[in-house]
């Protein structure tokens, strides 16, 4: 196809003045473009959550799901009542509480938050969750799970598809969402943007606003333990940077609330952390994609394909993830180097649950006025 192309490229240009080959080229080229127009991928709000929905999924088959009530409507309560003050309050909020020693959080399109049983042992009080989910929540408010893969290679769409009218575009969008989230990150500046809007949020809610900060601050504690161990986690000037970050932005916005609502997490919350040397892992080759093989393999074929789509970036910060992602192979080679772990994230790669099942809540206005006063929220 290539090579007849070019030959009647070549045709013209044996045959007509450079101006005109230029005007007969540059022809071509436009039509042959308009016949195979991409797109980048647009959505309504429907479409976000259904993509929002597979994405849990497969979170939620990647992760489990502790299959706990009491602990998913108190999660519920307190995600509900941040979520209230967020700039997309009508979105059907599902928050979930992942079934996995591993330390992370993870929001996914359309008001899906997912918090680790790991990550919630390390968490101290009410406002130190606020801080967490708070963090999340605007991942979804400003859209950052979209954008993030708009401008994916992968999900570019023809002229005439939609997201819920194509289901392999849905799939490769379900796919490049879920990658995005769960095995690189974010960019830096969507952390820092939902470090500062979440901070903001939960004070805004009436939760003392350094709950961020004692979160993190326990995670870089534990990370730092960890290296005594065996070598891994060097050290983290982002994580300080970033704590450093957060602590100016609550002194200079005179951010004030007071609330911790230790006594009612710690009646609602009582999971023990694991250390993460003994974390339980899985191959991340294998682990990452509930039903993805296809999908694993065109990675092990091509591992730089991934990169060659994205921008180059500097890559964020998830919660439990205190390495730069920026720079990825150097980081890779440390990594495997210094822990001979062969690039295992014990956070990321943890093993998990085998119920995928959402755990349902059903709230009401009154239930969250109600859960606020009690708290002695504003
Ligand atoms: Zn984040």
């Known amino acids: 196809m290539m090579r007849i192309v070019l030959g009647v490229a070549l045709t013209c240009a044996a045959a007509v003045p450079v101006s005109a080959q230029l005007g007969q080229i540059g022809k071509v080229v436009s039509v042959a473009k308009k016949a195979n127009e991409v797109r980048d991928l647009s959505m309504t709000d429907a479409e976000e959550q259904e993509l929002g929905a597979a ?12 299959q706990d009530a009491a602990v998913h409507r108190y999660l519920a309560l307190v995600g ?18 992942l079934d996995t020693d591993g330390v992370n959080a993870f929001a996914a399109p359309g008001g899906y938050v997912h918090i680790t049983r790991g990550a919630l042992a390390l968490v101290k009080n009410e406002a130190e969750l606020a801080g967490v989910l708070g963090h999340e929540i605007i991942h979804v408010t400003e859209k950052h799970t979209i954008r993030a893969i708009q401008k994916s290679k992968a999900v570019q769409m023809g002229a005439a598809e939609t997201l819920s009218g194509s289901s392999s575009l849905m ?23 939902s470090d500062e809007m979440g901070v903001t949020l939960a004070n805004k809610i009436g939760y003392a606003p350094n709950g961020l900060v004692g979160f993190l601050t326990t995670l870089k504690d ?13 050290s983290h000037p982002e994580m300080q940077e970033r704590l ?16 911790t609502v230790q006594p009612r997490f710690a009646k609602n919350i009582s999971y023990k952390p694991v250390p993460v040397t003994v974390i339980a892992t899985v191959d991340p080759g294998a682990a990452g994609l509930a039903g993805g093989d ?3 393999a065109e990675k092990k074929e091509d591992p730089k394909a991934a990169e060659k789509t994205e921008e180059p970036k500097k890559r964020g910060f998830g919660l439990g993830r205190m390495l730069p992602s920026g720079g990825g192979e150097k980081k890779s080679a440390q990594v495997t180097a210094s822990g001979g772990a062969r690039g295992v994230d014990p ?6 649950g085998s119920n995928p099942k959402v755990v349902p809540v059903k709230l009401v206005a009154a239930d969250i006025t109600a859960f606020k006063k009690d708290g002695g929220l504003p």
């Open 294 to 296: 296809a999908k694993a």
């Open 55 to 66: 994405v849990s999924e497969r979170i939620r088959t990647r992760y489990g799901v502790v």
């Open 171 to 193: 799939e490769r969008a379900v796919t490049a969402t879920y990658d995005n989230i769960v095995e690189r990150g974010f960019g830096r500046a969507e952390e820092n943007e």
């Open 80 to 97: 509900t009542a941040l979520a209230q003050g967020s700039t997309r309050p009508a979105l059907p909020w599902t928050f979930v509480v």
């Open 347 to 352: 956070e990321k790669d943890s093993k998990g």
């Open 222 to 234: 534990r990370n730092q333990a960890s290296k005594e161990k065996r070598g891994l986690f060097a």
């Open 244 to 259: 450093d970050r957060i602590t100016k932005l609550i002194a200079s916005k005179k951010l004030t609330a007071t609330a």
